[in-house]
């Protein structure tokens, strides 16, 4: 789906309806369409992948079944075509209509996986097996993100909403999510104990709260009850939060030098790029160019993306059995990323360097890296699934590092 979503894009970029990107009306409708593409779509489709290939080994539960994951998977191939089906129909009206109704699927979808994950969570209770929590996340987080997000579209007539639902699916659902996979690839599965066990759920509760009192200060702005600078200041909170809370120095101190441990570079990249996101909120006259909030795409783009696929490429060499310490460093996948993250930080900075053609290039830098990373990693499940010898086995290695 990542596919289609990318051609969504370029369509937008290069026609001249209403709403596309040479268009300022609609631009904040548009910010919000693509990001719940994102965030409900396909990024969200790899979490949901780990969580039903993890939980029911890592807990011995069979709370998670094929009929679970083969009816996630078809609401959420047909919400996020409706969506942009919508898009490609080159008609206002009927694109809202045909967006109300994929992310009506998309929200069905991801609560759809509440349940068997409160029963995971339940029965880890009554056998005593530690889930640390994680379960909570798919079972709670999720559902009631979609759903606040999916009302604050339905009712965007109303002042703020729209901008408030679209802070809470970034900012909230995916910000959550990726700090809470950093805190599982490093303390959970490499068991660096970055953060104790027992501030694990504060270090989360804390950015939680920090994301929502942003959510409500946009909220609050738009309504001119708050200046812009609180906005911005509170925005840059969680992003530096997440950061410090996962004990850089800590990080820092493992992963360099001679005596540096293995590690996902993806998952330690992306939590530096929560302080760069967290810097890029409070830059006064940050330029947004054609996005309504450019640390958000940044963000997405940086720490979510990484993190995520980051995770979904580790739990796959799990499964291939392969020594940590003979796994590929995947620098040719930051360097995509950087590509793409730069283009962001050009706009902001307002670097015109290539003239008249400045947009369409920094255009190209993204799609280009967005190609590039997916070309990538699929090219390294291929080779691994197809063109090795290796064995794919069903449990993961070491997977009590998991419950541990």
């Known amino acids: 789906m990542t596919v289609p979503f990318m051609l969504t894009v370029t369509w937008l970029s ?11 009306d609609y631009r904040l409708e548009i910010a919000f369409i693509l990001t719940a593409l994102i965030s409900f779509g396909w990024l969200m489709s790899m979490v949901v992948g780990i969580v039903f290939d993890l939980f029911p080994i890592t807990h011995d539960s069979e709370a998670y079944t094929h009929t679970h994951s083969n009816q996630y998977l078809l609401v959420n191939i047909i919400g996020q075509t409706l969506i942009m089906g919508g898009i490609f129909s080159n008609n206002l009206s009927l694109m809202f209509e045909m967006v109300t109704i994929g992310l009506v699927l998309l929200s069905w979808g991801l609560i759809s996986i509440a349940w068997p994950s409160w029963k995971l969570h339940i029965d880890s209770k009554e056998k005593d097996i530690n889930c640390g929590n994680v379960a909570l996340v798919p079972a709670l987080l999720i559902p009631v993100s979609v759903l606040v997000v999916l009302g604050c579209w339905i009712f965007r007539q109303k002042s703020g909403l729209l901008e408030f639902g679209y802070s809470f699916s970034v900012v909230v659902m995916m910000g959550t999510i990726a700090l809470t996979l950093i805190l599982a690839h490093f303390n959970r599965r490499l068991s660096w104990d970055l953060v104790k066990f027992t501030d694990f759920r504060p270090v989360v509760a804390i950015y939680l709260v920090l994301a929502l009192v942003h959510c409500f200060s946009v909220l609050l702005y738009e309504r001119g009850q708050v200046t812009e600078n609180i906005a911005n200041v509170s925005q840059s909170l969680p992003f530096l939060w997440a950061f410090i809370s996962t004990r850089p120095v800590k990080m820092l ?17 992306g939590q530096l790029y929560f302080l760069v996101v967290g810097i890029m909120s409070i830059i006064p006259e940050f330029d947004e160019g054609k996005f309504v909030n450019i640390s958000y795409v940044t963000l997405i783009f940086s720490t979510v993306m990484l993190t995520i696929w980051g995770s979904g490429i580790y739990l796959h060499k799990d499964h291939l059995h392969q020594s940590i310490h003979s796994r590929s460093k995947l620098y040719k996948m930051l360097i995509f990323n950087f ?11 307002k670097v015109t360097i290539f003239g008249d053609n400045t947009d369409l290039v920094y255009y190209l830098m993204r799609n280009f890296a967005l190609f590039s990373m997916l070309a990538y990693m699929l090219i390294i499940l291929f080779r691994d699934l197809f063109l090795s010898m290796d064995t794919w086995h069903r449990v993961p290695m070491h997977f009590e590092r998991y419950t541990s």
């Open 253 to 269: 101190r493992n992963i360099m030098g001679k005596n540096s441990k293995p590690h996902s570079t993806l998952i330690g990249q």
């Open 14 to 24: 290069a026609t001249e309806s209403a709403y596309s990107f040479r268009q300022d």
């Open 339 to 349: 590509i793409g993250v730069t283009s962001l930080l050009m706009i902001g900075f």
